[in-house]
């Protein structure tokens, strides 16, 4: 990747830093073509570009965040309601439209990204270069642009459908209306399809192209993009193209192995189809690691604690499944390093989140991992759920689950109907896949969203331990403490229309042809 992240730095800095909220105020990110798009290298430099906007200006890093957070039934703010950082989580609809400068940011950098993928779109077809590299380089700008429109529509439904390069110094030129939730899929289907045929294998790529969009990345993603659209037949070929795939894509050993604790390598490793590439990147860092880690535990620069697991969801691992120590954080040396602080010690009487705990402190180096987008995990149970509801539990389908489950130390799933096989792998979805940046968009897929609205209320205390490994039986102080630090459900207000976020406020107010979704304050 060092070439790579070397034409991403340098996309950057050629780009400028400006970036103005599309759609609200003219673009300046743009290389102009007068001076550029000449050489195969610029072609390569301007794609890295559309990859960089992946991790710049709050796009991936934010969207993660409050994917993660908006989850309510498994993880919540330890925040007061006045914090701005508390509306990573907070589902009010007021404070969405206006403060909420996470819902804010990443409608301005999803239209960064959106409109590099353009520019390479409009401009790399006039270069005379190798045809193959060519079609590459389209295709990877195609698979970007998908990616983004897929994050968006999923966020504030069907979007403004934005398919050239903007330039324009006219803000008139930029009121543009949105499209339909269909229309804005369509695009979406459109473009990757279209980019699976010029894409490479992922075992294609080496050294410095590492980390590129692939072929079995569009499929992967192409399979996810059905299963939302309940398209199971698309869903299941798809998947199975990449489940089929001559790469050798498979699990890693151990669930942890995906995480920053693994003693593999965590990046780009066997199990991964895409991800934002960051490793190495230190001026577009992420702040993941310190919105998880434990407050001011001592480990780290950050130490924020700002996202923290309800017990209720804590709960619902098995206690033989592996993905309960590689997603939760129990205990964690303290700051001397000569004791163990267990969960119920900590400032805040909550698990933690483990996956994104740095065992070599890396970001305090400026370094930071990768954010993974789309896992083999994922697309075996993508594969499963349509095959399911196609034929019903079959034996295909219970294969593909249950090599999830085998590496979690699960049994196998057997004899169930086709509802109740649903349900199991939903609930796989939840626990692979949980705080991975689409725990909202599966609990709203799975309608899930408002089900589960009261159930992290009640818990049950796991059991307590002291550093010699004997049972600690709580005071009531104790428990009074833990109970504080739970869902607080007057911390919600969830209502029909918070299956997607509403349309910032400023970016209507410069654009009155961006209507606002339904039940939000200024909605038709």
């Given at each position: 990747?060092?070439?790579?992240?070397?034409?991403?730095?340098?996309?950057?800095?050629?780009?400028?830093?400006?970036?103005?909220?599309?759609?609200?105020?003219?673009?300046?990110?743009?290389?102009?073509?007068?001076?550029?798009?000449?050489?195969?290298?610029?072609?390569?430099?301007?794609?890295?570009?559309?990859?960089?906007?992946?991790?710049?200006?709050?796009?991936?890093?934010?969207?993660?965040?409050?994917?993660?957070?908006?989850?309510?039934?498994?993880?919540?703010?330890?925040?007061?309601?006045?914090?701005?950082?508390?509306?990573?989580?907070?589902?009010?609809?007021?404070?969405?439209?206006?403060?909420?400068?996470?819902?804010?940011?990443?409608?301005?950098?999803?239209?960064?990204?959106?409109?590099?993928?353009?520019?390479?779109?409009?401009?790399?077809?006039?270069?005379?270069?190798?045809?193959?590299?060519?079609?590459?380089?389209?295709?990877?700008?195609?698979?970007?642009?998908?990616?983004?429109?897929?994050?968006?529509?999923?966020?504030?439904?069907?979007?403004?459908?934005?398919?050239?390069?903007?330039?324009?110094?006219?803000?008139?030129?930029?009121?543009?209306?949105?499209?339909?939730?269909?229309?804005?899929?369509?695009?979406?289907?459109?473009?990757?399809?279209?980019?699976?045929?010029?894409?490479?294998?992922?075992?294609?790529?080496?050294?410095?192209?590492?980390?590129?969009?692939?072929?079995?990345?569009?499929?992967?993603?192409?399979?996810?993009?059905?299963?939302?659209?309940?398209?199971?037949?698309?869903?299941?070929?798809n998947a199975l193209n990449v489940i089929n795939s001559p790469s050798n894509l498979g699990l890693m050993p151990e669930p942890k192995d995906n995480y920053w604790q693994s003693d593999f390598e965590v990046d780009n490793n066997i199990e991964s189809i895409f991800e934002v590439q960051y490793n190495g990147i230190s001026p577009q860092g992420h702040q993941i690691g310190n919105n998880y880690e434990p407050n001011s535990n001592g480990w780290g620069p950050g130490q924020w604690g700002t996202i923290i697991g309800s017990l209720w969801w804590f709960n619902q691992f098995e206690e033989k499944d592996k993905r309960k120590e590689a997603t939760w954080l129990t205990e964690f040396p303290s700051v001397?390093?000569?004791?163990?602080?267990?969960?119920?010690?900590?400032?805040?009487?909550?698990?933690?989140?483990?996956?994104?705990?740095?065992?070599?402190?890396?970001?305090?180096?400026?370094?930071?991992?990768?954010?993974?987008?789309?896992?083999?995990?994922?697309?075996?149970?993508?594969?499963?759920?349509?095959?399911?509801?196609?034929?019903?539990?079959?034996?295909?389908?219970?294969?593909?689950?249950?090599?999830?489950?085998?590496?979690?130390?699960?049994?196998?799933?057997?004899?169930?109907?086709?509802?109740?096989?649903?349900?199991?792998?939903?609930?796989?979805?939840?626990?692979?896949?949980?705080?991975?940046?689409?725990?909202?968009?599966?609990?709203?897929?799975?309608?899930?969203?408002?089900?589960?609205?009261?159930?992290?209320?009640?818990?049950?205390?796991?059991?307590?331990?002291?550093?010699?490994?004997?049972?600690?039986?709580?005071?009531?102080?104790?428990?009074?403490?833990?109970?504080?630090?739970?869902?607080?459900?007057?911390?919600?207000?969830?209502?029909?229309?918070?299956?997607?976020?509403?349309?910032?406020?400023?970016?209507?107010?410069?654009?009155?042809?961006?209507?606002?979704?339904?039940?939000?304050?200024?909605?038709?």
């Amino acid at each position: 990747m060092k070439n790579l992240i070397y034409y991403i730095l340098f996309a950057i800095v050629f780009s400028g830093t400006s970036c103005s909220d599309f759609l609200e105020e003219v673009p300046r990110d743009s290389v102009s073509p007068v001076n550029f798009y000449k050489t195969a290298e610029d072609a390569v430099v301007a794609v890295n570009g559309a990859y960089a906007a992946l991790n710049v200006n709050d796009y991936y890093s934010r969207y993660w965040y409050t994917s993660s957070a908006h989850a309510a039934d498994g993880s919540f703010t330890r925040l007061g309601t006045s914090s701005d950082r508390a509306v990573i989580i907070q589902l009010n609809d007021a404070g969405m439209l206006t403060s909420d400068r996470y819902n804010n940011a990443t409608w301005a950098a999803v239209w960064q990204a959106v409109n590099r993928a353009n520019a390479v779109l409009d401009n790399v077809p006039e270069i005379e270069m190798d045809a193959n590299l060519k079609a590459r380089v389209l295709a990877e700008a195609k698979f970007l642009r998908a990616l983004t429109y897929f994050n968006m529509v999923r966020r504030w439904g069907g979007m403004p459908l934005i398919l050239n390069e903007t330039n324009t110094s006219n803000i008139k030129d930029l009121q543009v209306a949105r499209s339909s939730e269909e229309e804005t899929y369509a695009q979406i289907i459109l473009d990757l399809t279209e980019a699976i045929n010029d894409l490479p294998n992922i075992m294609d790529y080496s050294g410095s192209d590492v980390g590129r969009a692939s072929k079995e990345a569009a499929q992967g993603l192409l399979a996810k993009v059905y299963l939302y659209r309940k398209s199971w037949p698309e869903a299941k070929e798809n998947a199975l193209n990449v489940i089929n795939s001559p790469s050798n894509l498979g699990l890693m050993p151990e669930p942890k192995d995906n995480y920053w604790q693994s003693d593999f390598e965590v990046d780009n490793n066997i199990e991964s189809i895409f991800e934002v590439q960051y490793n190495g990147i230190s001026p577009q860092g992420h702040q993941i690691g310190n919105n998880y880690e434990p407050n001011s535990n001592g480990w780290g620069p950050g130490q924020w604690g700002t996202i923290i697991g309800s017990l209720w969801w804590f709960n619902q691992f098995e206690e033989k499944d592996k993905r309960k120590e590689a997603t939760w954080l129990t205990e964690f040396p303290s700051v001397s390093g000569d004791t163990l602080v267990q969960w119920h010690e900590n400032t805040y009487p909550v698990p933690h989140i483990n996956k994104y705990r740095d065992p070599e402190n890396k970001v305090s180096d400026g370094m930071a991992y990768n954010i993974k987008v789309l896992r083999f995990a994922d697309v075996l149970l993508i594969a499963s759920e349509a095959i399911n509801e196609m034929e019903g539990p079959s034996a295909l389908a219970y294969e593909y689950v249950n090599r999830v489950r085998k590496r979690a130390g699960l049994d196998e799933l057997s004899g169930l109907s086709q509802d109740q096989l649903r349900d199991s792998i939903y609930l796989e979805f939840r626990k692979e896949l949980c705080f991975e940046g689409q725990d909202y968009e599966e609990l709203v897929r799975q309608g899930k969203l408002f089900t589960n609205k009261t159930a992290y209320a009640t818990y049950t205390i796991p059991p307590m331990y002291k550093d010699d490994g004997t049972i600690f039986t709580p005071d009531q102080a104790l428990l009074d403490r833990i109970a504080r630090y739970q869902p607080d459900l007057s911390f919600y207000e969830m209502d029909s229309w918070n299956t997607i976020f509403p349309i910032p406020q400023n970016a209507i107010d410069k654009n009155p042809n961006l209507r606002q979704n339904p039940g939000y304050p200024g909605a038709d």
